[in-house]
């Protein structure tokens, strides 16, 4: 059930991001709205870095750190290894990292995310960003 949760949250945001993005093409000059979509890009590419490094660290590990058979149930060190980089590594840093994530990669994306929440006038965006509105 919280996979399907987790699954539609995703959509949710997807749809979200998507019509932001589409709301500035439509309605803001070229130069502000490659700022903002090169904001979104920066945000989406760092917070996905993470898992993905993480990902290979796993597959090199399963290939090159050989499978030992031990005594008495205990695990091997590769099994050991893994379960201690996912519960010391991914559960407490993966969060904080899409945080910090946000606020240093992706400014510029949570800036307009901040205003297309009260969605005032576009001059005050302009003003945000310090771009000219009529370029």
Known sequence: MSKIISAMGAVNNAIS?????????????NELFQKIYKGYQK???SQLSLPIIFALVIIFEL?????????NGYADFKTTLIIFEAVFFIIPIFPIWIVICDFTFGKDWR????????????RELYRIFNIPENK
Request: proline content about 8%.
């Open 43 to 45: 945000a989406k590419w």
């Open 111 to 122: 800036k307009y995310s901040k205003w297309y929440k009260k969605q005032t006038h576009p």
């Open 63 to 71: 290939i090159f750190i050989p499978s030992q058979s031990v005594p």
């Open 17 to 29: 991001n998507n019509e932001k993005l589409k709301f500035a093409k439509n309605n803001l000059n």
